[in-house]
């Protein structure tokens, strides 16, 4: 069973800059493929990022293409999310979820199998 824990959200201003963790656990980290959601209050759950197990396929969201940028570490089996220039519209609760697959991606969220319980981001204006 492939866990997720998600950390480093909070409180940010307009402009700002944070970086999420998360942290995989229960399979070989190089073969979960880990994709970064977000839902805002109201609003229907959407897709911020993935990267793949290998590490060496990314994707974006068009919305935080160039803003935010997908990272791992393999010795502590943790995938970052770094999000620059941050926006108030970018408050969300984002949450990592995970598909065991090397190099593929997935934008859909009905494809990962596995979740986090997410970490709240606030941007404030």
């Known amino acids: 069973q492939v866990q997720l824990v998600e950390s480093g959200g909070g409180l940010v201003q307009a402009g700002g800059s944070l970086r999420l963790s998360c942290v995989v656990s229960?399979?070989?980290?190089?073969?979960?493929?880990v994709g970064w959601f977000r839902q805002a209050p109201g609003k229907e759950r959407e897709f911020v990022g993935a990267?793949?197990?290998?590490?060496?396929?990314?994707l974006y969201a068009d919305s935080v293409k160039g803003r935010f940028t997908l990272s791992k570490d393999n010795a502590k089996n943790t995938v970052f999310l770094q999000m620059n220039s941050l926006r108030p519209e970018d408050t969300a609760l984002y949450s990592c979820?995970?598909?065991?697959?090397?190099?593929?991606?997935?934008?859909?969220?009905?494809?990962?199998?596995?979740w986090g319980p997410g970490t709240q981001v606030t941007v404030s204006s």
């Open positions: 229960g399979s070989t980290f190089g073969a979960v493929a």
């Open positions: 979820a995970g598909r065991q697959s090397t190099n593929n991606l997935w934008r859909a969220d009905t494809s990962y199998f596995y």
């Open positions: 990267i793949s197990g290998s590490g060496v396929n990314t």
